[in-house]
C-alpha cells in the first residue's frame, strides 16, 4: 500500500526555521516525483514545488522560488520542505504529493500528475 | 504561465442531482488535466485524470470530457458523500497556477 506520511504540526515564531517531512513507503520511491503543495486557511491548493529522489532534480514554482528548498533523502525514502526564516504568511496546511513515475529510459504520467497525498503538515507561524 | 479558471467557484444541488463544473485553460494542455476532490479537514483524492479516465475505485457517476482549453468534470447523480470542493489541475506543465481555485459543491 502506498502512503505518504508527514511529520506533525508545527508552531513557530516569525523569523524561526523549520524543516517538515513526508516519508513514503510501499512504492520505489527513487522512481516518483515527490511535490508539495500550500493550502492556506479556507483557500485553495496551490503547486510549490517537485522533487525526483532518484537523482535530486528539482523544480520550483516561480511564487515559492527562494523561498522555500525542497530536499530528499532516498536512504530512508523522505522528502523534506524547509524554510530558514518563516513569515506569517506561511501559516497554511502542506501537503506531500507523489508525482509522475520515471523508468531509466522515460517518464510517464507527467511530474505533475498526483495519485497519492500526505495527510498534511499544519504549520501555524504567530508571534 | 497556463493559468485555470474554474467555475462555477460555488455550487448547491440536490441528491440525485446531474451537475457539471467547468475548467478552461489559458492555453491548450493537451488533455493534461486532472480532478481532485477534498473534503473538510482531509487531504484531496484523485478522481480523473488526462481529462476523462478514471482513477481506480472512483465511482463511475464521476466523468470527464473536454479538449483543448475546456473540460468538464459531471457529476451523473450525486450522493450525500459527494457534497465537497473540487479542483482541476493541468499537469501540461507543472508550474504556478496549476490548479484551479476550486468548486465548493454543497447541499441545497
Known amino acids: 500500500e502506498v502512503q505518504l506520511v508527514q511529520s506533525g504540526a508545527e508552531v513557530k515564531k516569525p523569523g524561526e526555521s523549520l524543516k517538515i517531512s513526508c516519508k513514503g513507503s510501499?512504492?520505489?520511491?527513487?522512481?516518483?516525483?515527490i511535490g508539495w503543495v500550500r493550502q492556506m486557511p479556507g483557500k485553495g491548493l496551490e503547486w510549490m514545488g517537485i522533487?525526483?529522489?532518484?537523482?535530486?532534480?528539482?523544480r520550483y514554482s516561480p511564487s515559492f522560488q527562494g523561498q522555500v528548498t525542497i530536499s530528499a533523502d532516498k536512504s530512508i525514502s523522505t522528502a523534506y520542505l524547509q524554510w530558514s526564516s518563516l513569515k506569517a504568511s506561511d501559516t497554511a496546511m502542506y501537503y506531500c504529493?507523489?508525482?509522475?513515475?520515471?523508468?531509466?529510459?522515460?517518464?510517464?504520467?507527467?511530474?505533475?500528475?498526483?495519485?497519492?497525498w500526505g495527510q498534511g503538515t499544519l504549520v501555524t507561524v504567530s508571534s | 504561465d497556463i493559468q485555470m479558471t474554474q467555475s462555477p467557484s460555488s455550487l448547491s444541488a440536490s441528491v440525485g442531482d446531474r451537475v457539471t463544473i467547468t475548467c478552461r485553460a489559458s492555453?491548450?494542455?493537451?488533455?493534461?488535466l486532472a480532478w481532485y476532490q477534498q473534503k473538510p479537514g482531509k487531504a484531496p483524492k484523485l478522481l480523473l485524470y488526462?481529462?476523462?479516465r478514471l482513477e481506480s475505485g472512483v465511482p463511475s457517476r464521476f466523468s470527464g470530457s473536454g479538449s483543448g482549453t475546456d473540460y468538464t468534470l459531471t457529476i451523473s447523480s450525486l450522493q450525500p458523500e459527494d457534497f465537497a470542493t473540487y479542483y482541476c489541475?493541468?499537469?501540461?506543465?507543472?508550474?504556478?497556477?496549476?490548479f484551479g481555485q476550486g468548486t465548493k459543491l454543497e447541499i441545497k
Open positions: 504529493a507523489r508525482g509522475g513515475y520515471c523508468s531509466s529510459t522515460s517518464c510517464y504520467p507527467p511530474p505533475g500528475l498526483i495519485d497519492y
Open positions: 510501499g512504492y520505489s520511491f527513487t522512481s516518483y516525483w
Open positions: 522533487i525526483y529522489p532518484g537523482d535530486s532534480d528539482t
Open positions: 492555453q491548450g494542455i493537451s488533455n493534461s
Open positions: 488526462a481529462a476523462s
Open positions: 489541475q493541468q499537469y501540461y506543465s507543472t508550474l504556478r497556477d496549476t
